[in-house]
C-alpha cells in the first residue's frame, strides 16, 4: 500500500483523503464531496456516456435511481440516503442494455457490486464498460422500519425528518425542530434498526469496485470534509489521478490513526455481522425444511422473489412453469418452488435481501437462502478459500 501527498501518482492499494474544489456539490455531498465530483469528472471528459446515481425522491425515505447525461445536474445526486428499498445491479441489465453499447460511471454499495459481478459472469454485464465506485456499508434501513422507528422510539413525526445518518454507531435525524441519534445496537436489540440481511453481511468495503469510498478513518480537521479513497484497480487510480491532476478535487495521505481506526471500525462491524448470522441462523438449525415449509406456505405466487433476484434472471414465466413446475391456480405452491429456486441460486445468492424486502407475505426468503450459501461456503472454505467477495 502506498500513501502520498498533493500532486499524486495514484496507483492501485493507495489509500487518500479526498474532497472537491467544487462549492455546490461540497454543500450537498455526504462527506468530502469526492465520489459526485469523480462521477462528474467522468461524464464531463466524456470517459463516460453517462452516470447512474441514487437521487432523493419524495421524502428522505425513496431513493430514487437516476441516469444522469447532463453534468450540471450531478451534484443534485450527491448525499448518502440509508433508507430506500433498492438494487442496482439487475437494472443495468433491465434497462441499460447490460452497459454493452454504453459507458456508465456508479456508485455501488457492497450488495448491488456482489449482484454486478454475478451477473457479468453470467456475460450480462459489460463490466469493462462500467466505472464503479463503492460505498462502504454499515447497512440500510427500510422505508417502512425507518419511519416504525422514528415514530415510536424517537418520538417523531416522520414526515418532519428532512435529513437522516448513520455515523459513528448511531442512526440520527434531523427533523423540524432539533436532532436526535439512538445507537444502533439499542435499537436493534428494541426490534429495529437495518434489514436483517444488512447485519448479516460481511462486505463492508466494496473492493472488488475500482474506488471504494466511506468516512470510516477521517479524523482530525478532516473529519466530516473529507471522502477517505481507498485505490483499487488500475482504472480507478487513473481516474484519481486525473481528477486530481485536473484540479477538481484534492488529495492528501491518510492521517496514520485513522487508518488504524477504519481497520479497527471494519473489523468490529465484520464481527457484528457473525453475530447476527449465528443469531439469525440458530432459529433454522432444529428443523429447516419445517420452518421453511410453514413459512413459504403463505406465498401467492407473485414471483417478485425471482423477479427481483440478481442472480437468477431467466423470463418469470419460464422459471416458474418449467424449472419450478408450478401448477396453475395451485396457491400456496408445493414448497419444491421454493427449494428448487433455493437450489437455483445457492451457489451465488449475495444476501441483498431483496427478495424478502420485497415479498408481499413477509416470507423470510433471504434468510432461507443466505443460510444456504453460507452453508456451502462453510463447508469448502478450509478446502478452497473464502470466495473473493463474501457475502
Ligand atoms: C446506505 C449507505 C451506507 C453507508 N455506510 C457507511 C459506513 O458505514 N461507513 C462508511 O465509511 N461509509 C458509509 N457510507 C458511505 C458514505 O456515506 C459516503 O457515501 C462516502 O463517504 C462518500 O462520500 P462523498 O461525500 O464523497 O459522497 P457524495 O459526493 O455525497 O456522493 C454520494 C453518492 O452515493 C450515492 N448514493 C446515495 N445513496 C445511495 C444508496 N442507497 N445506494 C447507492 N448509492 C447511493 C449517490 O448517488 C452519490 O453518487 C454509506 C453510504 C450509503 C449509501
Not at 469528472?41 to 463516460?48: G, P, T
Not at 431483496?354 to 478450509?382: K, N
Amino acid at each position: 500500500m502506498g500513501l502520498f501527498s498533493s500532486k499524486p501518482d495514484i496507483k492501485k492499494g493507495d489509500m487518500v483523503y479526498a474532497w472537491t474544489s467544487d462549492a455546490e456539490i461540497a454543500k450537498k455531498a455526504e462527506c468530502g464531496g469526492a465520489v459526485t465530483t469523480l462521477l462528474k469528472y467522468a461524464l464531463e471528459n466524456k470517459m463516460v456516456d453517462a452516470v447512474l446515481a441514487v437521487q432523493r425522491g419524495t421524502d428522505i425515505y425513496d431513493a430514487v435511481p437516476t441516469l444522469i447525461t447532463d453534468p450540471k445536474k450531478l451534484a443534485g445526486s450527491a448525499g448518502s440516503l440509508h433508507c430506500g428499498t433498492l438494487l442496482l445491479s439487475k437494472m443495468i441489465k433491465k434497462y441499460l442494455g447490460g452497459a454493452k453499447n454504453q459507458k456508465i460511471a456508479l456508485t455501488v454499495k457492497g450488495c448491488d457490486l456482489m449482484g454486478i459481478l454475478e451477473i457479468a459472469k453470467r456475460n450480462e454485464i459489460n463490466l469493462a464498460n462500467l466505472f464503479i465506485i463503492g460505498v462502504n456499508c454499515g447497512g440500510t434501513v427500510s422505508p417502512i422500519m425507518a419511519r416504525k422507528m422514528i415514530t415510536e422510539k424517537f418520538g417523531v413525526d416522520p414526515d418532519t425528518v428532512h435529513k437522516e445518518e448513520i455515523d459513528k454507531g448511531q442512526f440520527i435525524i434531523e427533523y423540524e425542530g432539533g436532532h436526535k441519534g439512538i445507537s444502533i445496537d439499542e435499537l436493534e436489540e428494541a426490534g429495529y434498526g437495518r434489514r436483517s440481511n444488512c447485519r448479516r453481511c460481511l462486505y463492508k468495503v466494496p473492493r472488488q469496485a475500482d474506488l471504494a469510498c466511506g468516512n470510516w478513518g477521517v479524523i482530525g480537521d478532516k473529519a466530516g470534509k473529507a471522502t477517505f479513497v481507498e485505490v483499487c484497480s488500475d482504472k480507478g487510480a487513473d481516474w484519481l489521478s486525473r481528477a486530481a491532476k485536473a484540479g477538481v478535487l484534492a488529495t492528501e495521505a491518510p492521517n496514520p490513526k485513522g487508518l488504524e481506526m477504519r481497520q479497527k471500525v471494519e473489523g468490529a462491524m465484520l464481527k457484528l455481522g457473525e453475530k447476527w448470522r449465528k443469531r439469525d441462523f440458530a432459529a433454522l438449525s432444529k428443523d429447516p425444511w419445517g420452518v421453511i415449509s410453514k413459512e413459504t406456505s403463505r406465498c401467492i405466487k407473485c414471483y417478485s422473489c425471482i423477479e427481483n433476484c440478481p442472480v437468477c434472471f431467466k423470463p418469470v414465466e419460464e422459471m416458474a412453469k418449467k424449472s419450478y413446475m408450478v401448477e396453475p391456480g395451485q396457491v400456496p405452491p408445493n414448497p419444491m418452488f421454493h427449494m428448487r429456486r433455493f437450489a437455483h441460486i445457492s451457489d451465488s445468492c449475495v444476501n441483498c435481501g431483496q427478495c424478502e424486502e420485497l415479498c408481499p407475505v413477509e416470507i423470510r426468503l433471504a434468510l432461507f437462502s443466505h443460510a444456504i450459501r453460507a452453508e456451502q461456503d462453510a463447508v469448502f472454505a478450509p478446502k478452497f478459500g473464502k470466495p473473493a467477495y463474501s457475502n
